[in-house]
């Protein structure tokens, strides 16, 4: 009779190492197997004006849940809008630009370790690694250290967006996607895709189910800031805007049913 092979990892407890077997269910069909998730800080908010809705950290957390239990492999860029945001330091009366994107990626970081722990909750292995190095909380990025983490079935939680000024988190997305060679960039936002116009201002706007990265130029549609974009199509990329607050979308997505807005 074989012996039977089972995926641990290791986890500290009490100061003692302890191996708990991990099973992600890879039999079920899934069109994406390396998926890079991209959060907004400002979706943290729920219903408050400032920091982070708990309730809504637990309902991304089962969302993620689900899809790891599948068998994904989930890597997740988040900003830190809910907290500070470099440009609106700048617009209210910052001068340094550069120091006011370094405090927007330190917001990056305490949105991470958030959402890391509500995660942990859900019983998840998870790894924050952060684009400037504190030791104390998190490892650095290392491309080939990411990938591995990956494979071992964490969750890897990418904070402080590059690492450095006058690049946005949809950067860090785009370029942290491409590194670790992710099928996809989920672009979790709170509404359902892509639009003719932003339709919480223009009721007759129309959504589009699929749209090419040049009618997105050509049409200069928002989907994520220029050098985030050029980075995707250069690399061929494909990114997939959604609604992150519906609960379930995000399983359908891996399993390759249509929901949101794909470009490629």
């Not at 599948?70 to 120091?99: C, L, Q, T």
């Not at 650095?140 to 964490?154: C, D, Q, S, V, Y």
């Not at 402080?160 to 060679?181: C, K, M, Q």
Request: aromatic letters at 6%; glycine letters at 10%; a neutral charge.
């Amino acid at each position: 009779m074989g012996i039977l092979h089972i995926k641990t990892d290791n986890i500290q407890q009490n100061g003692e190492n302890t191996t708990v077997p991990f099973f992600p269910n890879t039999t079920l069909p899934m069109k994406y197997k390396r998926i890079l998730l991209k959060l907004s800080g400002e979706a943290l908010l729920g219903d408050q004006e400032f920091g982070i809705d708990t309730k809504v950290l637990a309902m991304y957390a089962k969302e993620i849940k689900e899809i790891a239990s599948m068998g994904v492999e989930v890597a997740i860029v988040i900003g830190g809008g809910n907290i500070f945001r470099g440009v609106s330091g700048v617009e209210g009366g910052m001068k340094d630009r550069a120091n006011a994107d370094y405090m927007g990626m330190l917001a990056t970081v305490i949105n991470a370790m958030a959402l890391q722990g509500a995660l942990e909750n859900e019983g998840l292995y998870t790894r924050l690694l952060t684009a400037i190095k504190m030791e104390q909380i998190a490892e650095p990025f290392i491309r080939r250290r990411a990938t591995r983490h990956l494979e071992k079935g964490r969750i890897v939680i990418l904070g402080a967006g590059t690492g450095n000024p006058y690049f946005t988190t949809d950067t860090a997305a785009s370029l942290r996607a491409v590194e670790i060679e992710a099928d996809v960039i989920l672009k979790g936002t709170r509404v359902d895709g892509i639009y003719t116009a932003d339709p919480e201002k223009d009721a007759t706007a129309t959504k589009f189910d699929e749209i090419s990265f040049t009618d997105v130029i050509k049409r200069n549609l928002k989907v994520m800031d220029m050098t985030a974009f050029t980075l995707c199509q250069e690399n061929s990329l494909p990114i997939i805007v959604f609604d992150m607050n519906k609960p379930g979308n995000l399983a359908s997505l891996v399993r390759g049913d249509k929901v949101g807005t794909l470009v490629s």
